[in-house]
């Protein structure tokens, strides 16, 4: 099989630069044209509110939706939401109903559909929504009464997301469903891991995609075609559950590898997944929230290459070498610039690692920057924007050349909370940015 490479944006979605989170279902967070920072100044659009923002995505050109949560994790029971966007002042032009979650707090994801609606999916469950009205046209309590996380589209426009389970849990639920009447497409599949970290896709030339889910020990792969859908064998192993690494989150597809970093389940994420409802305490939780505590384990931040061809060909290095690395975010494979960019969060520091030859060597190193969220990457000008949450409780996007580790700018969101969500291109040199109480577009004018 074939598979299309870059962001692809297949007949599952409306064609829109960034349909859904990371901009495609290989999660390469790439974005055409750039934001040429280094000759421009940058203004800030933001609004401060009591949600959860998670992500930002497009529908039509200039049509805007974010999607979220409420971080009620005591008091109130919490909901979903979706809302369409004035890109120009961030306010709500049109607000969807509070959607039910099954009382999960955790960040879930919306994707604009190639049938014109967008979808949520939140705690434990799905909906679809009228994407001029955000009015309720479906709702599916999903079959796993847990939170979820990651929603995608696949080649043939069915659906699929899965519930988050830990070490010590139950095998992870997938479940596949129709996009119209969100009815289940086939019996949901219980695999035999749990997993942290959110699907990635892979859609093949041939109509079918592979199905990348990382684990508690491997990543796992299946195959989906027509009704069909199976584990296959390719499963590397990136973690010895005897060794002293956390769990991985997402995966990067790009190229022939599948990119993770391990060292993700944090205790704040230990301290919201081991309980039913997932997110959910009798009084504020307060600081067992913060992902600033020492991390659960001795080893160092890793990042990991899996050949997709080789399953035995797993390749790893550890660019700050410092014990108790721990990140709330997967990394990002620039092929252009043969650049893998990986952060530790809870030490700091950001590395970009060459990957042309055999060996994984770092290339470049920002000792005192502290990212935690997904990032957005420019490779015609070879820009990265990411966060950094500086030891001022600010938290700020920054701009780094790709090849040099240069840094080329640095904003102030506004924003005094990160934590792990989604950056997203504008695509008029600019970039959304979600947190929670936080919502902030940034611009470049020259």
Not at 86 to 102: F, H, I, K, M
Not at 106 to 124: D, R
Not at 258 to 285: K, Q, Y
Request: aromatic share 6%.
């Amino acid at each position: 099989m074939t598979s299309l490479d870059r962001n692809e944006i297949h007949s599952g979605y409306w064609p829109s630069p960034w349909p859904v989170e990371c901009g495609g279902n290989r999660r390469q967070k790439s974005a055409s044209g750039g934001i040429n920072a280094a000759e421009a100044t940058a203004r800030v659009v933001s609004r401060r509110d009591g949600q959860w923002h998670v992500m930002v995505v497009e529908r039509e050109p200039g049509q805007w939706y974010v999607g979220g949560t409420m971080p009620a994790f005591s008091g109130p029971p919490p909901y979903g939401w979706v809302e369409r966007l004035d890109p120009e002042t961030l306010e709500a032009t049109v607000r969807s109903p509070n959607l039910p979650c099954g009382d999960h707090v955790w960040c879930g994801a919306i994707l604009a559909h190639a049938n014109g609606s967008i979808h949520s999916v939140n705690g434990s469950f799905l909906h679809r929504l009228d994407a001029d009205t955000l009015e309720v046209l479906a709702e599916r309590e999903l079959p796993a009464d847990r939170s979820h996380n990651g929603l995608l589209a696949l080649s043939d426009g069915t659906l699929i997301t899965k519930d988050l389970q830990l070490e010590g849990q139950e095998g992870t639920t997938l479940t596949r469903l129709d996009p119209e009447s969100l009815q289940l497409v086939g019996e949901p599949i219980v695999l035999p891991e749990g997993s942290m970290g959110r699907i990635a896709a892979d859609a093949q030339a041939d109509g079918s995609d592979l199905l990348y889910v990382p684990g508690i020990e491997t990543v796992m792969r299946l195959r989906i075609d027509g009704d069909d859908i199976a584990l296959d064998d390719w499963r590397p192993r990136y973690r010895d559950v005897r060794s002293q690494q956390g769990l991985a989150w997402d995966a990067c597809l790009s190229g022939d590898a599948c990119w993770i970093m391990d060292c993700g389940d944090i205790h704040s994420v230990r301290n919201i997944h081991l309980r039913n409802p997932n997110g959910r305490f009798e009084t504020a939780p307060g600081a067992v929230l913060s992902w600033r505590q020492p991390a659960p384990w001795t080893g160092p931040q890793r990042l990991l290459r899996l050949d997709l061809h080789d399953a035995e060909n797993v390749m790893a290095t550890a660019p700050f070498g410092v014990p108790g690395g721990g990140i709330i975010a997967p990394p990002v494979h620039v092929p252009d610039h043969d650049i893998a960019v990986a952060w530790d969060s809870v030490n700091g520091g950001l590395a970009g690692v060459t990957t042309s030859g055999g060996d994984l060597d770092v290339a470049w190193t920002l000792a005192d920057v502290r990212p935690s969220m997904q990032p957005v990457v420019f490779p015609e000008t070879g820009e990265l924007v990411i966060n950094d949450f500086t030891d001022q409780g600010s938290d700020d996007i920054i701009v780094v050349d790709v090849s040099s580790g240069e840094l080329l700018d640095r904003v102030s969101t506004g924003s005094r909370i990160a934590n792990g969500m989604f950056l997203t291109a504008g695509g008029s040199r600019d970039v959304f940015y979600c947190s929670t109480t936080h919502l902030a577009r940034i611009i470049w004018e020259s």
